[in-house]
C-alpha cells in the first residue's frame, strides 16, 4: 500500500496498479504503468514501470500531476510454491539479500519487480539452482548499493556468522553492484577464518531487462558457495557473453565500468576462479586461498567510519588537506604514480607542497595512508623524491598493491581497534586477507 | 654548484662529484656516486645515484651526515655536437622540456643522469630521431609531474602557441607521466583549432635503466609529430615489449598503473594510431580526429584552479560535503555506479545522504558535476532513484563518459571563463575536445 495521501488521490482518479498513467513533476513528464508500492520503500514515493522497461519511483508531493492514461490487465500473482524437498546428497547454502537488483523477478502481468527473497521464491524464479544445492534465504535489508555504509557491513557480518554456526555450507549476498566492491573488503577483514565461503553476487542489468545477468551469476555464486574456497569473494560475468563468471578475490576486485556485465576485475591478481555456465563447473586459476574446513569462524566487525579518500591532483589545495582533521580520524591518499603528492622538492615558485599539511595531520595522530590512483600496480615511495619525502613523514603504504577502496575500508577496520600509530601502521602493514599482493603473483 | 655550505662540507671532507659517499639521515642510510646538482634544483640538495640505479635527493641539513667511502674515476663530459644540418626534405618539430625522467640522458662515467634539452644533446641521445624529422629543443621548466599546477598548463600552452605560429610542424612536450593526462586535457581545451599535431610523451622507467622506454616513446612521438593528426595526445608505449606506441586522445587517456611501460590506456575510445617501433610506421586506428592543415590556433588558457575532485564511498559524511564551499568554486563528484551518491530514497536510518548538501553547493552557486569512479563507460542518471534525484537539483553530467581528471580539468577551464550556472552547464555539456565521447565509437 502506498500512503494514505498517494493511496487516496489513485482512489479518486480511479487509477489501480497495472493502469498506464502520466506523472508530471517540474517540467519532466513519464509515462508508464502504475506498480505496487517497493516493499520497505517510502511509501509516497510511486512507482512506475517506463516503456524502456526500467522502473522509476517519484516522491509524490504536491508538485506532482498523475493522470490515467489507459486500463491495465489484471494481476494475477504467481503462487508461490510452498514445500521444497531438501536433497541431502546436497550442501545447503544461505542466500542472503542486502538489496540491489539481482534480488528481484517479475510479474510478467504488469511488468512490476518483486523481491524475491523466501527461498520458495527464488526457487520459483530460478528452479535450476535446485541441481546444485539445497537453498535457504534471508533478507538482510533492501537498499541500492550506493546508500550501504559501514553498518550494513556489520549487519551483514554478524548474520553470516550466525548462518555459519548454524553449519550452513556456503553463504551467498545478493548486493547491488556500486558499492560490492567496500563490502567485499570489509568482510574479508571482518570475517577471519572462515570455514566455509561467502560469496557476493550482483547484476549489472536488471532482472526485468532480457539482457539480466542475474540467472547466470547466481547459477555461477551458488557453484562457488559449494566449492572449497572458503574466502569471501565476488562472483560477476567474466565477459559480455553468458558463458562464465570470474570469482574475485574480495579485497582485490573493482567495478571498472559503469554499465558492461563484465564491469567488476581482479586488479593485480588473477581471480580465484572461472565458473563455467551452464556447464557448473569450476576452473581453479590459484591454489593460494584459504580451504574449507571445520575451523571456526572469528567475527571481528569493530570498525570506524571517520576516514576519508582524498584524490592529488594539479592544484590541490593544502588548506584543504589541513581541514580534513575536522572531520576525519584516518586519511587515505590516492596520490599519483608510484604514490606522489606535490612536495616541490626543486622550489618551483608555483607549485604548492601539501608535505607540512601531511605531516600536520600524522602529527596529531591522524595516520595517512597512500594508495595509488592509477588502481593497477603497486606504490613504490623510494624511487623519487616526492615518495621518499612522504615515506619521511611517517605515510603508510610503501611497496602495497592495495586498491584505493581496500586501502579505505582497512584503515576504517584498523581504526576500530587501535587509535596508537604504532599499532595502525603494524596492523596496516600486515597481511590480513589477501589485501597486499604477493610480488610473484602477477607482473 | 651545491650550496655554500654543502660545497665547504664536501670540501672539507676532500669528496668530489663522482666519489662514492654514505649519506645518513634519521635512521636512513644511503650509499652512492655523488652526482653534480641536478639544474634548477634546489641547491642544498645532494644528488646520489643508489646501486641500484636510482637517483634521489637528500636535503641537507645539520640531521645530514656525509662520509667519504671510495674515489670515482674521473668525469669526462662529452661534447655536444656544435652544428646538426637541417634536412629541408624533412618536417621541423619543436620538443619542448617540462621535466619528468624521459628528458634525461646518462653520463656513463659516473651513471649521472643530465637533463639533455638542447637539440644537439638530444640529436646526440637519440640520433635516430634525425631520420623522421629536423629536430628544436626547448626546455621550459624541470619538475617531477606530481608538482605540476594549473599555471604550468599555461606556460606551456603559450609557449605551443609561440611554437606553432613560428611554423613549426609539430610539437613534442617531454612530460612526466604521474598528471601528463592531466596537462593533455588542459591543452585539448586551451589549444583549439589546431593546426599541427601536439604529442605529449614520457618514460615509465628512467633512462638510466635498461628497461627504458624513452627512445621507442620518443620515435613514435616524433612519428605522430609528423603525421596529419592535429590534435593534442599522449604517446607511449602500447605493450609491455617495445614493438609499438599507442597514439591517445588528450581527454580520453589515463595513466593505469604505477610502473608497466604500457600504463597508459584511451578509456572508452579508441586510440588515435598504433606506431609501430622501429619501422615508424603509423597505423590509424581513427578517422575521426582534426587534420592537419592551415588554420589558425585559437589559445583559450583562462582557468580557475580552484576545483575539487572527490570521491563518494560508503560513509561518506555531509558535513565533509557542506565543508567544500570554503574551498572550492566547483565540484567534481566521483560518483558510484553510473552515477551515484548515498540519497536514501528508501529511508533507511542508518544512511546519509549527500544530496542536501549537494543542493546547498548548488543553491550557493557552485557547480557540481558527476564523473564514473568506475573509470570505463558512461554515466546514466536516468536509471536509479539516486541519479535522477541528483539531476533534479541540478547535478551536471548526465549521459556523459568522461573521467574524473578530464571533468575535473574542464570544469577547472570553464569556471576561468564564466561563473554564470545556466553559461557554465551549457560549456560543460558542449563537447569541446572529444571529452565527451560519441555512444557509437565503442561498446
Redesign the interface.
Known amino acids: 500500500m502506498y500512503s494514505t495521501e498517494v493511496e487516496l488521490l489513485l482512489k479518486s482518479k480511479k487509477i489501480k496498479v497495472g493502469d498506464r498513467i502520466r506523472l508530471e513533476k517540474?517540467n519532466l513528464t513519464y509515462d508508464g504503468i502504475l506498480m505496487p508500492r517497493?516493499e520497505?520503500?517510502?511509501p509516497s514515493?510511486i512507482s512506475i514501470k517506463l516503456d524502456n522497461g526500467?522502473n522509476?519511483?517519484i516522491?509524490f508531493d504536491k508538485n506532482v500531476k498523475i493522470r490515467f492514461l489507459d486500463k491495465g490487465k489484471p494481476i494475477r500473482f504467481k503462487p508461490a510454491e510452498t514445500s521444497v524437498r531438501k536433497d541431502p546428497s546436497k550442501q545447503t547454502i544461505s542466500i542472503l539479500g542486502c538489496g540491489g537488483t539481482i534480488a528481484s523477478r517479475v510479474e510478467y502481468t504488469t511488468g512490476a519487480v518483486f523481491p524475491a527473497f523466501s527461498p520458495d521464491d527464488l526457487l520459483l524464479s530460478f528452479p535450476s539452482l535446485r541441481n546444485i544445492a539445497n537453498i535457504k534465504g534471508k533478507k538482510l535489508?533492501?537498499?541500492?548499493?550506493?546508500?550501504?555504509?559501514?553498518?550494513?557491513?556489520q549487519i551483514i557480518a554478524r548474520n553470516v556468522e550466525k548462518e555459519v554456526k548454524s553449519g550452513i555450507d556456503g553463504v551467498i549476498l545478493m548486493h547491488g553492484?556500486?558499492?560490492m566492491h567496500?563490502?567485499s573488503a570489509a568482510l574479508s577483514f571482518m570475517l577471519q577464518s572462515l570455514p566455509v565461503p561467502v560469496v557476493l553476487v550482483g547484476a549489472q542489468r536488471s532482472s526485468d531487462r532480457g539482457s539480466s545477468d542475474n540467472l547466470v551469476n547466481l547459477t555461477c555464486s551458488t557453484v562457488a558457495a559449494t566449492s572449497d574456497i572458503a574466502e569471501v569473494s565476488v562472483c560477476m560475468h567474466g565477459s559480455?557473453g553468458d558463458e562464465f563468471c570470474y570469482l574475485h578475490q574480495g579485497t582485490k576486485v573493482r567495478?571498472?565500468?559503469?554499465?558492461?556485465r563484465d564491469?567488476f576485475q581482479s586488479v593485480n591478481v588473477l581471480p580465484f576462479a572461472k565458473i563455467l555456465y551452464p556447464e557448473n563447473k569450476i576452473e581453479y586459476l590459484r591454489t593460494d586461498y584459504n580451504k574449507r574446513d571445520k575451523k571456526t569462524l572469528k567475527l571481528d566487525d569493530k570498525i570506524n567510519?571517520?576516514?576519508?579518500?582524498?584524490?592529488?591532483?594539479?592544484?590541490i589545495?593544502p588548506?584543504?588537506i589541513d581541514?580534513l582533521s575536522?572531520?576525519?580520524e584516518g586519511i587515505v591518499i590516492?596520490?599519483?604514480?608510484?604514490?606522489?603528492?606535490?612536495?616541490?622538492?626543486?622550489?618551483?615558485k608555483?607549485?604548492?607542497s601539501v608535505l607540512p599539511s601531511l605531516k600536520n595531520l600524522i602529527n596529531s595522530g591522524i595516520p595517512v595512508v597512500m594508495a595509488?590512483q592509477?588502481?593497477?600496480?603497486?606504490?613504490?615511495m623510494?624511487?623519487?623524491?616526492?615518495g621518499?619525502l612522504l615515506n619521511?613523514i611517517g605515510v603508510i603504504g610503501n611497496q602495497c598493491d592495495w586498491l584505493?577502496?581496500t586501502a579505505?575500508v582497512k584503515l576504517?577496520w584498523t581504526l576500530g581497534h587501535t587509535k596508537d600509530m604504532k599499532k595502525i601502521r603494524e596492523m596496516m602493514l600486515t597481511n590480513v586477507a589477501g589485501e597486499i599482493g604477493n610480488r610473484t603473483v602477477i607482473?
Do not use: C, Q
Request: net charge negative.
Open positions: 517540474s517497493i520497505l520503500g517510502d514515493v526500467y522509476i519511483g516522491k535489508f533492501e537498499l541500492f548499493s550506493e546508500d550501504m555504509t559501514t553498518e550494513h557491513w553492484t556500486d558499492t567496500y563490502t559480455t567495478k571498472l565500468h559503469t554499465s558492461r564491469a567510519s571517520s576516514v576519508g579518500l582524498i584524490y592529488t591532483y594539479p592544484g589545495k588548506e584543504f581541514s575536522k572531520f576525519f590516492a596520490g599519483t604514480g608510484l604514490g606522489h603528492v606535490p612536495t616541490t622538492p626543486f622550489s618551483d608555483l607549485t604548492r595509488p592509477t588502481i593497477f600496480g603497486r606504490l613504490d623510494n624511487i623519487y623524491t616526492s621518499r619521511e584505493p577502496e579505505l576504517m607482473g
